[in-house]
């Protein structure tokens, strides 16, 4: 039966997910201020304020914000707020759907803002509110927001960080963790920066995280680091799902650093004083240092780019869309798909990832050996031996590092791209090249194949290494 006016009789009270502890999320639908804290971000609606208006229209308002604080993310939410509130500005009364200019100029702006408005509608149209819908629907088709080419800047690779930044990036980043104290900001602040680059992380999850979401598992052959991170896309979502994700040993080690000695439910990153980072904090940590390493963000937030950039090197890696959408918590492929479409063929990746292409030369410049050395001239117990792939192979070189000490590194696959390593004139370099060449085939079969995400930056490192050993083998061949 359709009603003439809607009754807002609700009086009982809404609880609304949360991204962390630190929010507030009750909300007493008999109280004239409705108000929640989200993702350390504060949201309210005074009704109080209008009073002015008439009561049947704020029951509308009312009805349809109730609704959607319970379906709806807060994340989705705030934007039915800010429409409600232009709504209420602009004196709508949507029973006589007094559409003017300036309501149709305010929806055309944003997908978004026009998506919640329609949403409005289609709530009434459930609580059986009479209204002429065909009518309407019919009217708001010619505001719909044009649709934008939302992947150009994809195609135009111009997020792209380079790779001789990336590299800047990291060093300055590993600089700053090894020589500060992780008592002081800036540790932090580099630890933010190095989980945003290595996961591509969205600054409300970076903020969501407690120190009882780092996990370590020891054995006795290696320490496996992870985090459980908050997935906030699902607009739908009511709560929250976390998912675990391996973290490489270097960010899993200065992380242990910061947890040790501080309870789980307490938030993983603090600010100077000493409270949960807001998702503008984050952005601006990271802004700031992307800046300071001259990383331009004129264009893009920081963070972006940083997304932008895992998601790029995924797919240059032969990565499928299903992966990069994995990796960045898409809902859909679409994203996914137009790094994919963007990236040489498969050809160039393998030439490349092979050691045949010319694309990493600034690497090399950066990653060299120490002096070559004779066999002889060096004592037996710092010959460097190991296995590479499937087979063992010894006698590559030897370790400068003292004779009482212990590499922690990775033997043969490290040592070509360490200043400690010294080649041997007459090793068998030309076979550790071939070895490598072979695993790498492996990796991008299977990350083609399969796409696991345990090889999103792992083929990446092995083009290092395969670089530097070609580099090697040239310098006994000339």
């Not at 009518?135 to 150009?152: E, Q």
């Amino acid at each position: 039966m359709r009603i003439s006016e809607y009754i807002f009789q609700r009086t009982d009270v809404i609880k609304t997910s949360q991204i962390s502890d630190d929010d507030y999320n009750i909300i007493n639908l008999k109280s004239d201020n409705w108000v929640f804290i989200y993702a350390g971000i504060k949201y309210s609606i005074n009704w109080y304020s209008y009073k002015d208006h008439e009561k049947k229209i704020t029951d509308l308002y009312k009805g349809f914000l109730a609704n959607r604080l319970e379906t709806k993310s807060p994340a989705t939410v705030k934007t039915d707020i800010s429409v409600v509130r232009t709504l209420l500005k602009l004196r709508f009364n949507p029973y006589l759907f007094n559409y003017g200019t300036e309501l149709s100029n305010y929806f055309k702006k944003s997908k978004e803002n026009f998506n919640s408005f329609k949403m409005f509608f289609k709530w009434m149209k459930t609580q059986n509110v009479e209204l002429d819908y065909r009518s309407v629907f019919k009217r708001l088709k010619y505001d719909k927001p044009g649709v934008k080419n939302s992947f150009g800047h994809i195609a135009m690779r111009e997020f792209e960080i380079k790779k001789s930044d990336q590299i800047r990036l990291i060093k300055f980043l590993y600089s700053t963790l090894e020589t500060c104290k992780k008592d002081k900001l800036e540790f932090t602040e580099a630890l933010i920066v190095l989980s945003s680059f290595e996961l591509g992380i969205r600054p409300i999850q970076t903020i969501s995280l407690n120190v009882g979401d780092f996990k370590v598992i020891k054995n006795m052959e290696a320490v496996f680091y992870s985090l459980d991170i908050v997935n906030v896309k699902k607009s739908n979502d009511q709560q929250h799902i976390r998912k675990r994700r391996a973290i490489s040993s270097k960010l899993g080690f200065f992380l242990e650093l910061l947890v040790t000695g501080k309870d789980s439910n307490e938030p993983l990153f603090k600010t100077k004083k000493r409270k949960r980072f807001t998702s503008p904090g984050i952005s601006k940590v990271i802004n700031c240092c992307l800046k300071e390493m001259l990383i331009d963000t004129s264009k893009f937030e920081g963070n972006t780019i940083l997304r932008h950039s895992l998601a790029q090197t995924l797919a240059d890696q032969g990565s499928p869309a299903e992966v990069i959408a994995e990796a960045l918590g898409h809902n859909s492929t679409v994203a996914g798909r137009a790094y994919v479409n963007n990236t040489p063929n498969i050809a160039e990746i393998k030439s490349r990832a092979l050691g045949k292409s010319d694309r990493f030369k600034e690497i090399i410049e950066i990653l060299q050996t120490g002096r070559p050395k004779k066999k002889e001239n060096v004592p037996e117990d710092r010959w460097i031996s190991g296995v590479v792939g499937t087979g063992y192979i010894g006698g590559i070189g030897g370790c400068g590092l003292p004779s009482h000490s212990s590499c922690p590194k990775n033997p043969v696959y490290s040592c070509y791209t360490c200043q400690k390593f010294h080649p041997f004139e007459n090793g068998p370099h030309t076979e550790v090249l071939k070895e490598l060449q072979n695993e790498v085939q492996i990796f991008i079969d299977n990350s083609t194949d399969s796409g696991d995400l345990k090889f999103n930056r792992t083929l990446e490192q092995l083009e290092m290494v395969i670089e530097s050993v070609a580099k090697t083998v040239n310098l006994f061949n000339k």
